[in-house]
């Protein structure tokens, strides 16, 4: 197959340049070089005349899968925040092919289109907002919405400093309805295992004795 034209988009900011090329069998791609294999990441590849072989035109061609998958993943992103799970699935039951989108979510999250940290504390502040919840429960909100352990947790501690979680912790106690903190035996070991802190747990106990 022969390369006919080459046209080079201008890039946005730092962002790599669209190529759009066509074939001798008419075909017409827009892709972006690193979608391709490293060593075929060179505009030379496809400069007019010049005939690609089997390997660069199936990378051409998976190229142009990817970008298409790029535009409908930017689409998603633009409307709201994303988390890599969340958004593959969103473009699998639109009908993406899976290696495209493998490809096209490990780049965007390069870049930092994609962040499930970002996502993360965003989704936390957002919740804190509007309900008192204990971080335990927090946490698990952040797991099913596909954010991984170590994730979850980092921006929790980022969320939660000790002044949040105290101030949070009263309210929890005051949505609870706990009795008095001092009769109840079991609270502190229950407020443990919600997921508050012993130091904030130590010190809400001390300004209920003064």
């Given at each position: 197959?022969?390369?006919?034209?080459?046209?080079?988009?201008?890039a946005?900011e730092?962002?790599?340049?669209?190529?759009?090329?066509?074939?001798?069998?008419?075909s017409l791609?827009?892709?972006?070089?690193?979608?391709?294999?490293?060593?075929?990441?060179?505009?030379?590849?496809?400069s007019?005349?010049?005939?690609?072989?089997?390997?660069?035109?199936?990378?051409?061609?998976?190229?142009?899968?990817?970008?298409r998958?790029?535009?409908?993943?930017l689409?998603?992103?633009?409307?709201?925040?994303?988390?890599?799970?969340?958004?593959?699935?969103?473009?699998?039951?639109?009908?993406?092919?899976?290696?495209?989108?493998?490809?096209?979510?490990?780049?965007?999250?390069?870049?930092?289109?994609?962040?499930?940290?970002?996502?993360?504390v965003?989704?936390?502040?957002?919740?804190?907002?509007?309900?008192?919840?204990?971080?335990?429960?927090l946490?698990a909100g952040?797991?099913?919405?596909?954010?991984?352990?170590?994730?979850?947790?980092?921006?929790?501690?980022?969320?939660?400093?000790?002044?949040?979680e105290s101030?949070?912790?009263?309210?929890?106690?005051?949505?609870?309805?706990?009795?008095?903190l001092?009769?109840?035996?079991?609270?502190?070991?229950?407020?443990?295992?919600?997921?508050?802190?012993?130091s904030?747990?130590e010190?809400?106990?001390?300004?209920?004795?003064?």
């Open positions: 197959m022969t390369v006919v034209s080459l046209k080079v988009g201008t946005v730092s962002t790599p340049s669209v190529l759009r090329i066509g074939l001798s069998d008419g791609f827009s892709f972006k070089l690193p979608y391709l294999p490293a060593e075929f990441q060179d505009e030379s590849v496809f007019p005349g010049r005939d690609l072989s089997p390997a660069e035109e199936e990378s051409c061609r998976f190229a142009a899968a990817c970008y998958t790029e535009r409908a993943a689409r998603l992103v633009a409307r709201a925040e994303q988390t890599c799970r969340g958004i593959t699935h969103k473009l699998e039951i639109r009908g993406f092919i899976p290696s495209c989108i493998q490809a096209v979510v490990s780049y965007l999250t390069d870049l930092e289109i994609i962040s499930d940290e970002r996502y993360a965003l989704w936390l502040h957002a919740r804190l907002a509007r309900s008192v919840e204990a971080p335990r429960k946490l952040l797991r099913r919405r596909g954010i991984s352990s170590r994730v979850a947790e980092g921006a929790l501690k980022r969320v939660l400093d000790f002044q949040t101030a949070l912790l009263r309210g929890y106690l005051k949505k609870k309805h706990a009795p008095d001092q009769t109840d035996r079991f609270l502190k070991k229950q407020l443990k295992y919600e997921g508050f802190s012993p904030v747990i010190e809400v106990w001390e300004e209920e004795e003064i």
